[in-house]
């Protein structure tokens, strides 16, 4: 190839790169179910892989087609045994729920589908491995080291035992997307359904990682490019959380401590912090004490100040006001009613970011603060306290 024509591609490369960045993935997961037996010996399976995206969060619309590959081995030595490319995905919102009262920024989920079939021939002592990998995760992560920074691995592992038993994975509910309200308490139910009505084991657990930031031929499509083709093989290092305030068991900080009920997939606790937070789960699959499978989610859960008064927290403001836009990006306005003559920012550690004063404020400049959630509070001419979430997003 001429050098022109590689300054060409990497030139067109260059101009895209802002779509090749995904960073709006919020969470995903793979399940497969068994089809029946094929000719040769081989057994015939159907996998859906359910993506989920930020609609607000300025990256890349989902793939299409996403770029798949399928290892065989064990989980440190296997071999790519096929890449392929899956298209056409089934694209719907998501339906956002809340039991918050008061201000909140909008939200916007979107639920990408796609389906195919493989077939397989059990090979004793070895798996496959149907793997995805993308990057970026979104940017404004409170719990996440450089999120931006960080491409995901969605994979499932198709075990030997699975094969021998024409076993079909668990599948999880819908996802939960949902805000979140500090101080209230929270119950989420993600107990997956069975077919073969196996035991069911439910825990948190660290994402994988996979990709990175190189957005320039020919490293974007390598284990560290934006868009790994194909996607490349395990071990998986895993997603790097903000030790010690947040760990891949304690992903959100709450009081009672949000966890997951192992026995049926219930998430509850009560929330302390605002922010976005990155949870990973899964669902281990046992039969006769035999693993058979397990299937990963990972779930985005927005945690907003809805105005409600803590018992811990006397000084909680109570009375809301909205700013526009939010999401934002550059400068926030409020309506001049509200008279407010001092505006105070904090970020999710509660440090006040940003303190402004002058008679009648109408407007904030956000350059300077992180992608993040944060709390306003606005100090009106009459000495009254009142507050707004915001989202800033880049």
Not at 96 to 123: D, H, K, M, W
């Amino acid at each position: 190839m001429t050098n022109l024509k590689l300054a060409a591609i990497a030139a067109c490369f260059l101009f895209f790169a802002p779509d090749l960045w995904s960073r709006h993935i919020v969470g995903g997961d793979i399940s497969y179910e068994y089809i029946g037996d094929v000719a040769g010996g081989a057994k015939r399976y159907r996998f859906t892989m359910h993506l989920f995206r930020d609609c607000l969060g300025g990256g890349a619309y989902f793939d299409d087609p996403a770029q798949m590959a399928v290892y065989r081995g064990n989980w440190t030595n296997s071999e790519l045994l096929e890449s392929f490319a899956v298209g056409n995905p089934n694209v719907t919102n998501l339906s956002i729920s809340s039991g918050c009262g008061g201000a909140a920024p909008n939200l916007c989920f979107e639920q990408g589908t796609y389906t195919f079939e493989r077939n397989f021939i059990n090979v004793p002592g070895e798996s496959f491995f149907i793997v995805y990998q993308r990057c970026c995760l979104s940017a404004t992560f409170s719990n996440i080291i450089n999120p931006d920074q960080v491409g995901f691995t969605i994979m499932v592992e198709l075990t030997p035992d699975a094969l021998a038993t024409n076993n079909s994975s668990p599948v999880l509910p819908v996802y939960p997307a949902t805000f979140l309200c500090i101080h209230k308490p929270v119950n989420i139910i993600q107990t997956a359904t069975d077919k073969e009505g196996d035991q069911l084991v439910y825990t948190f657990s660290a994402p994988f990682a996979g990709g990175g930031t190189s957005l320039t031929p020919p490293d974007v499509s390598g284990c560290q490019g934006a868009l790994p083709s194909p996607p490349c093989a395990p071990p998986y290092d895993t997603i790097a959380f903000t030790d010690p305030l947040y760990t891949s068991i304690v992903p959100m900080a709450g009081n009672p401590v949000i966890g997951i009920d192992s026995a049926e997939g219930i998430i509850s606790g009560t929330p302390r912090i605002i922010g976005q937070f990155l949870v990973g789960m899964a669902c281990q699959e046992f039969r006769n004490g035999m693993l058979l499978s397990t299937i990963r989610r990972e779930i985005t859960f927005n945690v907003f100040d809805s105005g409600l008064i803590d018992t811990e927290d006397q000084n909680h403001v109570a009375t809301t006001f909205r700013v526009f836009p939010n999401p934002a990006n550059g400068w926030v306005n409020w309506p001049e009613t509200n008279e407010i003559e001092e505006i105070q920012v904090y970020d999710c550690l509660g440090q006040c970011v940003i303190s402004r004063r002058g008679e009648n404020l109408t407007g904030l400049n956000t350059n300077t603060l992180n992608p993040g959630f944060y709390r306003l509070i606005g100090i009106t001419s009459t000495g009254q306290k009142i507050y707004s979430p915001l989202l800033v997003a880049r």
